[in-house]
């Protein structure tokens, strides 16, 4: 057996115990590995392996080389923050719009906000909410007189 050098430290240290708190009772913490938390918040593994390289997802713990998620930890309003996304025709349908036209709306900047994925066009739930309410009229006259258009002055 070897025997500890004379000036060898001690982990944890003397004055590091004496500053530390300890919890009576801290309880159970139920840790799930990666597939068993994309089950959990009905995600797929890899969009969690995203979420940590990139930040903004749940909380994740390293032990050594093994990834664990603790699902009493809060991270339950995962669902509130995340983004709905749909692809372009199911957008179209929802706005009663044909697909070429929000095309046409995209291609103009004049549509709603889009996420672009490589080819795919994605579209957030609340960004098409938000894009119809601001293509809300009060009346026709309104709106036209109000942008100082042509349309209600008399012929000259």
Same mark, same amino acid.
């Given at each position: 057996?070897?025997?500890?050098?004379?000036?060898?430290?001690?982990?944890?240290?003397?004055?590091?115990?004496?500053?530390?708190?300890?919890?009576?009772?801290?309880?159970?913490?139920?840790?799930?590995?990666?597939?068993?938390?994309?089950?959990?918040?009905?995600?797929?593994?890899?969009? &969690?392996?995203?979420? !940590?390289?990139?930040?903004? #997802? =749940?909380?994740? %713990?390293? $032990? *050594?080389? /093994? +990834? @664990?998620?603790?699902?009493?930890?809060?991270?339950?309003?995962?669902?509130?923050?995340?983004?709905?996304?749909?692809?372009?025709?199911?957008?179209?349908?929802?706005?009663?719009?044909?697909?070429?036209? &929000?095309?046409?709306? !995209?291609?103009?900047?004049? #549509? =709603?906000?889009? %996420?672009? $994925? *490589?080819? /795919? +066009? @994605?579209?957030?739930?609340?960004?098409?909410?938000?894009?119809?309410?601001?293509?809300?009229?009060?009346?026709?006259?309104?709106?036209?007189?109000?942008?100082?258009?042509?349309?209600?002055?008399?012929?000259?």
């Amino acid at each position: 057996m070897l025997a500890k050098p004379q000036g060898a430290r001690r982990f944890p240290t003397r004055n590091l115990l004496e500053r530390a708190e300890f919890a009576k009772d801290a309880g159970t913490v139920r840790f799930v590995d990666t597939e068993a938390a994309a089950v959990h918040w009905r995600l797929k593994a890899h969009t &969690l392996e995203v979420y !940590r390289s990139l930040g903004g #997802g =749940p909380v994740f %713990y390293k $032990f *050594g080389r /093994w +990834v @664990r998620y603790a699902v009493e930890d809060g991270n339950d309003n995962i669902d509130a923050d995340r983004i709905r996304l749909i692809p372009a025709g199911a957008a179209a349908q929802y706005m009663s719009l044909t697909l070429h036209t &929000l095309k046409l709306l !995209r291609h103009t900047d004049s #549509g =709603p906000a889009y %996420y672009k $994925f *490589g080819s /795919w +066009v @994605r579209y957030a739930v609340r960004d098409l909410d938000a894009w119809a309410a601001t293509c809300r009229w009060a009346t026709t006259r309104e709106t036209y007189s109000s942008a100082g258009s042509n349309f209600l002055r008399s012929p000259t």
